[in-house]
Structure formats: structure tokens, C-alpha cells
């Protein structure tokens, strides 16, 4: 309730107006009650992660012969031993393993430790790969993870961004000009987004990098990665063009035509006629009557949209040698190594409910039914 | 149904719904085919057999269409094999218990390049004595070349170029080149040139016993083959390609059905007692729709099985709380109210009837596009999965194809067939359901059609 709180204080500051304080009252209210709503579901998504990831005690098995097998080396190894007999040294080491499995509780029942897992994981101390290290050497499996976060967001944000303003631009050209042959172009070309962003990537590291060398196979920056910071951007601009192409070439003719196709339908509602027989200049028409009350179902799309090409991305990143989040879930799975891939699962679900509450409240603020305190929608 | 049918009649009206028709059928005339003709066990065989069933084929071979596109002819490769008629064999006794066994080889070579490698593979029969050969070969312009002459014990495989006798003989006659090239090139041409033309090899072998045999196979390996040419391990990648198509129908078919149906029915079920049921199912859509599909997938294929129809399972069991149960949602809520459902309940119908008899048809027409359009979706997901190297580990898949070529650089090897026949078929699938299901939906959503 502070959140509520602060926005009313604030709120008089901007507008005297007594309405749009209790709008954003609304507003904050329905903000909070989302989060916490997504954020039990984050719970039960990591708890249900952290079963699949369980595997019926196999992991823990898997543990206990490492643990069993570190100590015994050590024992073996260590000088200050050499002395003890065969059998002492035996019993040392079942001590050893007691008090290392006590020591990362092991010992306790699944149950409990499930929980504690869970704990861990949604606080983010991710634990320590196995075998992975981040660039900077870290076993940490935050670490890793945090490290390979930017270049995932760099790659899908511009590519959503895009994807998002241009099939909108485009599917209000066409809803203008129905009909036109570049409209039935689109319709057409439509069920060409069956297949997905990386089954293009394929096509275009084909077609660009191996036929024709004009743009590199993969990666995100030439090697060795150029010092001065124009030339790098500049270098990972070019290493974007194919991968961003690739996911607006897989998803734009089916957005342009989905939107398309809802635009045309509101622009046949009676109050658009009506504001045009007023004569209303296009403009006018376009922006308050048809893209208006169309926003809310744009932005929902927008996010499934979102949602999907999170989960797509390990395939498109390991196509495209991207070093983002995406490739290295699928090098974790290549090594077996559980904890990243445990901890990829976790922050691909904490992205999924950012994602989904960024566009919550986004949605609440365009959405009159909330705003105005009607029958609260939701995406 | 009657509806169904002029849905049906009216698909005829878009020409790329019957393009798609068209698709669809081809591919599962072509699926059934595979299955008649490569039963299940013989393609495990020829695609996880091992070396023992792929060495007659080349290595990374592009399939023999290239050639179409090629003005430079690629060989292609020759397999004969005396012991199923590819050769000429005859016997003839002589004194002192010896036998004559000539076996003859004749082959027309027409191309503009060069074998990879020619091979002799020898299967002898005797007791003690192993039977002696000496190979000639005969060039188109009349040349005899002595090739070699030595005994046979069981499991001899003579390789032309790695002979150092042969390749003596060749240096001082044709110039330093390797087997394959010296006995096929017109003499004193540089660079090498092919020799077009019939070209004889003849084994002429002594045995030493009675019913002692000799059975030998000639293999020139070319640098195309078949008609899907081959992969790193010298695999026909037609197997794979035509096994994939049932696979790939299959996965599609089973999680559109599956997870569209279940999902149908418990927004049905959802709707129909609301209260505590429905908010239930709700919550759960929403936890459902906060685990990432791919990377549970990836999880369960990591740590428990890559069977292909577990991952079906866990797919389908994924996608039954998916989003569509918030569109379906939508339109049972305004179905509850119809008049028909308050007379079934007012002549006593059960709630499970309502459900699956008044309920559920009703929205079958807003389910045909969505399943049909939500086919290549999972096509593509099996794909993907065996991209990320979570493909079925028996079964032969598109997606598996594209994967090795992946893992062996086919791209950066110039090696595009490869790539390019899996994802072809895949592209081909998708798009064939996609159009299918994009006119459908046009059909049944009235609003649209309109537009």
C-alpha cells in the first residue's frame, strides 16, 4: 500500500484536478495487486522447476558421489595422513562425507530442502556451476548468468522494439490502403511465420555470410573485440543486422496482417464513420478513433509476442553464436551442468513475469475500464 | 457437420487453401509410403547401424541432382558387386585341383571429375589355401594397367591409392597422382583430365581347393550420391528425410490435438461450475503461462529421457493451460446463456453432458483454424528440440538432420544440401498447414471473411 500511498502524494503536485488522484490511486492499487499476484505465481513456477529439476533424487545422488569422491582424494592426498592405517583412513572419510552432506543439507529430507532450494533461488544465490565459468572466471552461476543478461536484452530488445513499430506503421498503411496489391501482398505472405526466427537465421547465414561474405556467421563482436567504442559498437551493430532480420523476416508478415486485420475491423465501427462524416482529417480519425480504443489488445499481443521470443531465444542464440543467456542454457545442457540450467529456467521465468507486469501496468494505464475503476481487465 | 461440410466447399475458393490441401496430402501419401516401403526397424537399422552398413557410400556427398545445375559433371558412385550380378564371373578347373575364377568388371564413366577413392572389398571361401588374385585394369583407349597380385585371406580390402606398389608402378607410367586420379586421366594431361569411356577391371584369381569361391566388390566412391547424398558418417540422408515426414506429422498432429482438446475442455468444464473451479483453472493458466516451455523441455530432456514421445507428453501437459483458454473462456461464457443449454437443463441433463454435448461442439468451428494453424508450431518445436541436440536418440528427424549439419559445419564447409533438404521439408510442411489453417480461420470468422 506505500506504493499507492506515494503516487497519491504526488500526484496533486502534477494535477490539481481530484479525478486523476484517484485514477492513479487506481492505478497503484491494481499495479501492487498484480505484482504480488505475479509474484506468487513466480513461486510456484520456481517450486515446480525445482521438482522437474529434481528428477526423483537423482541430482542428489549425483552430489553425494562428488562429495564422496572430493573427500576421499583429499584424504588420500593429504601428508599429515600418510600415517593412519587403511582402515582409519576409511572411517575418516565416511566422517568427512557425514559432516560435508550435513554441511550442505543433504541429509535432511527433500521436502524441506525443496524449499530451501526454492529460497535460494528466488533471493537469486543461484549456487555454483560445475563446470561452466563466466568470462571473468567465476564459478558463480549468478555471475554467469548476469554476465550473458545484457547482450540477450541488446539482441531481443531491438529486435521486439522494431518487430513491434514497424508491423504497426506497415498494418496501418495497409488497413488504409485495403485491398491494395501490396495488401494482399501481406496476406498472402502470412503463413510463412510457421516457421521460426532461427529456421530463417539458417537461410540467412546461408545466403549472407557463406555465399556471399557480406556479414559475419555469428557472434557479437569481431575478434579480438575492437578497443575504441565507436568501432565496437559499430562492430556489434553489424553482427545484429543478420539475427535482428531474421526474427522481423519470421514474425512481421503475420503481426502485419493479424493488426492489419483489427484495424480494419474497428475502422468499420459506426463511431469512425461518424467521425468521419464529421470530416475529420485521416489523422485525427487514426489516432483517437481507431488507434485508440484498439491500444489495449496491441499491447496484449505485444506481449505474447515478448513471451515467446524469450522462450525461442536458446535456439536462435546458438544458431547465431550469440553469447546470451539463450546459448548458454543450451551449453549447460551439452556439459549436464544442473545448476545453470536450474538457474537459466529461474531467470527465464523472472523475465517472463517482468515482462508480463511492465505490460500489466502499461495495459492499466491505457485501459479505461481500470483506470476509470470499471470490471478490472487484465492481460 | 453441416456447417463443417460448406467450410469445406467454400476452401475451394482460396487458392492457397488448396495449395495447402495439396501440401497436406502429398505428405502423408509420402509419410505412408516411407513407412511401407523402410518398415520401422530397417530404417533404425540403416541410420544407427554403424559403419558395417554405410561404407559403400561416399562421405559428405551431395545428392546427384547437383549435376543438373553443374556443367563440370561430379562422379557419381559406382557399387559392383559379383556376388548379386555386378560382374561377369566365370570358373574353369585345372589340373593339379586348381580353378580359374575370372570376375570382370565394366562400367561407362562419363563425368568431369574424379572418384574420391576406389576400393576392392574381398570375400574369399576356402578351407587352408587362400585363393591368389592379379587385378588389371583396362582403360577406354585400350591401356592395360597391372593393378596387383597377391593373396586373399578373408576380410583383404585392397585400397587402389594407399597401395604403394600400384602407386610406384602409376608414378613412373602417368606422373605422381594418386590411384583415382592416374588410372582414370587421359595420359600427359595437366591438370588431370577424366578419361570418358567403358572402363574393364578383371580379377583373375587361382583357388587352390576344390569349392574354394572368390566374391569381390568394386567400389568407386564419387563425390555425389542418391538422390539426398550423404552425411559425415557416409549415412543416406534419404532415410532421414523421408522417415522424418511421419515423425514430424505425428509430433504435430498428437500435440495440436492433444493440448487444443484437453484445453477446449476444461475451459468448458472452467465455465460451466465457475465459482471455485473456474478461478482455480485461471491461476493455474497463469503459473502455466510463467514456466518457459523450451527450457522445462530442455530440463526434462536433460535429466530424464529424450524419447520423443515423453517430450510429446510434456509438451501437450505444458500447453493444456495455455493462453487459448482465455479466448475460449470468452465464448463459453456467452454459450452458458444460450436458450438450448437452459432446455437441457430443464429436461435433466447431467453437468458432464452439458458440458461435452452442448457446450464443446459449439466451439468447434473457432478450434478447426487454431489447430490446423497450431500444427507447424509444433513441427517446428520437435525441429528445434533436435537443433539443441534434445532430438529423439533413435528415431531418424528433420530436425536431427539439420542438427548434425549444424555440429559439422556444413554451412562454413559449402556443404548446403545438407541444410537445406531437411529445412526445405520443414518449410514445405509449415507452410502447407499454415495456409490451410490462415483460409480456415477466414472461413469460420465470419468477421473476417468480410475483409
Known amino acids: ?29 491494481y499495479t501492487l495487486v498484480r505484482g504480488v499476484t505475479l509474484f506468487i505465481t513466480v513461486i510456484i513456477g520456481v517450486y515446480l522447476t525445482v521438482l522437474i529439476a529434481n528428477m526423483g533424487g537423482y541430482v542428489d545422488n549425483i552430489r553425494r558421489g562428488e562429495i564422496r569422491e572430493q573427500t576421499s582424494i583429499q584424504v588420500m592426498n593429504d601428508p599429515a595422513l600418510k600415517n593412519l592405517s587403511g582402515d582409519e583412513k576409511r572411517k575418516l572419510i565416511e566422517k568427512q562425507i557425514v559432516l560435508s552432506e550435513k554441511r550442505l543439507g543433504l541429509n535432511q529430507p527433500f521436502p524441506i530442502r525443496s524449499f ?21 572466471g567465476s564459478r558463480q552461476v549468478r555471475l554467469i548468468i548476469l554476465e550473458r543478461l545484457p547482450s540477450t536484452l541488446l539482441l531481443f530488445g531491438t529486435s521486439n522494439l522494431l518487430l513491434f513499430l514497424v508491423s504497426l506503421l506497415i498494418a496501418l498503411g495497409l488497413s488504409r490502403r485495403y485491398g491494395s496489391l501490396l495488401d494482399r501482398a501481406f496476406v498472402a505472405l502470412s503463413p510463412t511465420s510457421a516457421a521460426p526466427g532461427w529456421f530463417y537465421g539458417i537461410f540467412f547465414i546461408l545466403i ?17 573485440p575492437p578497443k575504441a567504442p565507436l568501432i565496437y559498437a559499430l562492430s556489434v551493430g553489424k553482427h545484429l543486422i543478420l539475427p535482428v532480420t531474421a526474427i522481423l523476416v519470421s514474425a512481421i508478415f503475420v503481426s502485419v496482417y493479424s493488426w492489419r486485420t483489427f484495424f480494419l475491423i474497428y475502422s468499420s ?93 502499461i495495459y492499466a494505464l491505457v485501459d479505461p475500464r481500470v483506470r476509470i475503476g470499471g470490471s478490472g481487465g487484465g492481460v | ?54 561404407y559403400r557410400l561416399p562421405r559428405n556427398a551431395p545428392p546427384t541432382w547437383v549435376n543438373y545445375f553443374r556443367e563440370k559433371k ?57 585363393p591368389f588374385v592379379s587385378i588389371t585394369w583396362t582403360t577406354p ?32 607410367t602417368l606422373g605422381d597422382f594418386p590411384a583415382q586420379i592416374a588410372l582414370f586421366m587421359q595420359p600427359d594431361s595437366d591438370p588431370p583430365l577424366p578419361l570418358k569411356g567403358t572402363y574393364t577391371l578383371k580379377i583373375s584369381t587361382v583357388a587352390f581347393e576344390k569349392g574354394s569361391d572368390l566374391d569381390a566388390e568394386f567400389i568407386a566412391y564419387g563425390k555425389v550420391y542418391g538422390i539426398a547424398g550423404t552425411d559425415h558418417l557416409r549415412r543416406d540422408l534419404k532415410i532421414a528425410l523421408m522417415w522424418g515426414a511421419p515423425v514430424a506429422l505425428a509430433f504435430g498432429l498428437l500435440a495440436a490435438l492433444g493440448t487444443t482438446i484437453t484445453t477446449m475442455i476444461i475451459a468448458a468444464f472452467g465455465v460451466w461450475f465457475a465459482g471455485w473451479v473456474d478461478d482455480l483453472i485461471q491461476r493455474i493458466t497463469e503459473v502455466n503461462l510463467m514456466l518457459p516451455l523450451l527450457p522445462i523441455l530442455i530440463m526434462v530432456g536433460t535429466f530424464y529421457s529424450r524419447s520423443i514421445w515423453l517430450m510429446l507428453g510434456v509438451t501437450i501437459l505444458l500447453g493444456i493451460f495455455g493462453g487459448s483458454i482465455k479466448t475460449y473462456r470468452a465464448i463459453f461464457m456467452q454459450t452458458r446463456e444460450s436458450p438450448y443449454i437452459e432446455a437441457a437443463q430443464a429436461y435433466g441433463a447431467g453437468n458432464v453432458r452439458i458440458v461435452l454435448r452442448y457446450l464443446v ?62 529445412a526445405g521439408l520443414l518449410m514445405f510442411t509449415g507452410l502447407g498447414f499454415a495456409m490451410v489453417g490462415f483460409a480456415l480461420d477466414r472461413i469460420f470468422n465470419p468477421r473476417l471473411r468480410e475483409l
Open chain 2, 74 to 130: 561430379l562422379p557419381d558412385t559406382i557399387i559392383l558387386n559379383s556376388a548379386n550380378g555386378g560382374a561377369e564371373k566365370t570358373t574353369e578347373a585345372k589340373s593339379f585341383g586348381q580353378y580359374l575364377i575370372d570376375l570382370t568388371y565394366t562400367f561407362d564413366f562419363t563425368y568431369d571429375d574424379f572418384p574420391l577413392a576406389l576400393v576392392l572389398y574381398f570375400t574369399p571361401t576356402y578351407k587352408e589355401k587362400t
Open chain 1, 208 to 224: 549472407f555470410s557463406s555465399l556471399l561474405h557480406w556479414l559475419p556467421f555469428g557472434g557479437m563482436v569481431d575478434a579480438p
Open chain 1, 269 to 361: 465501427e459506426d463511431y469512425v464513420e461518424m467521425a468521419r462524416a464529421k470530416g475529420l482529417p485521416d489523422g485525427i480519425v487514426e489516432r483517437r478513433y481507431i488507434l485508440r480504443p484498439t491500444l489495449p489488445t496491441i499491447i496484449t499481443s505485444f506481449a505474447l509476442t515478448l513471451i515467446s521470443l524469450w522462450t525461442g531465444a536458446p535456439i536462435f542464440e546458438t544458431i547465431f553464436n550469440w553469447p546470451g543467456l539463450g546459448r548458454t542454457l543450451f551449453q549447460a545442457v551439452g556439459l549436464f551442468d544442473t545448476a545453470v540450467i536450474v538457474g537459466s529456467t529461474v531467470i527465464f521465468a523472472y523475465l517472463l513475469a517482468i515482462t508480463v507486469f511492465l505490460l500489466d501496468i
Open chain 2, 361 to 422: 461442439p459449439r466451439i468447434i468451428p473457432v478450434i478447426i483454424p487454431q489447430l490446423v494453424t497450431l500444427i507447424p508450431t509444433y513441427v517446428f518445436l520437435e525441429a528445434s528440440l533436435a537443433v539443441l541436440g534434445l532430438g529423439d536418440p533413435v528415431l531418424p528427424t528433420w530436425g536431427k538432420v539439420i542438427q548434425d549439419a549444424q555440429n559439422n559445419g556444413a554451412l562454413y564447409k559449402g556443404l548446403y544440401y545438407w541444410v537445406l533438404e531437411p
Open chain 2, 1 to 54: 457437420m453441416e456447417n463443417f461440410g460448406n467450410a469445406l466447399r467454400e476452401l475451394r475458393r482460396y487458392p492457397s487453401a488448396m495449395a495447402g490441401v495439396i501440401v497436406i496430402l502429398a505428405l502423408v501419401v509420402f509419410a505412408v509410403y516411407t513407412m511401407i516401403t523402410i518398415p520401422y526397424a530397417q530404417a533404425i537399422t540403416l541410420w544407427r547401424g554403424g559403419a558395417d552398413i554405410w
Open chain 1, 116 to 136: 530451501r532450494f526454492l529460497r535460494n533461488a528466488l533471493t537469486l544465490q543461484l549456487g555454483r556451476a560445475q563446470l561452466m565459468t563466466s568470462d571473468s
Open chain 1, 1 to 29: 500500500m506505500t506504493q499507492s500511498a506515494a503516487t497519491l502524494d504526488t500526484a496533486p503536485v502534477e494535477s490539481s484536478s481530484t479525478g486523476n488522484a484517484s485514477t492513479l490511486a487506481r492505478v497503484g492499487k
Open chain 2, 141 to 172: 583407349d585400350g591401356r592395360e594397367i597391372r593393378l596387383g597380385d597377391f593373396d586373399v585371406p578373408t576380410g583383404t580390402v585392397f585400397r587402389f591409392e594407399q597401395d604403394e606398389r600400384l602407386q610406384r608402378r602409376l608414378r613412373r
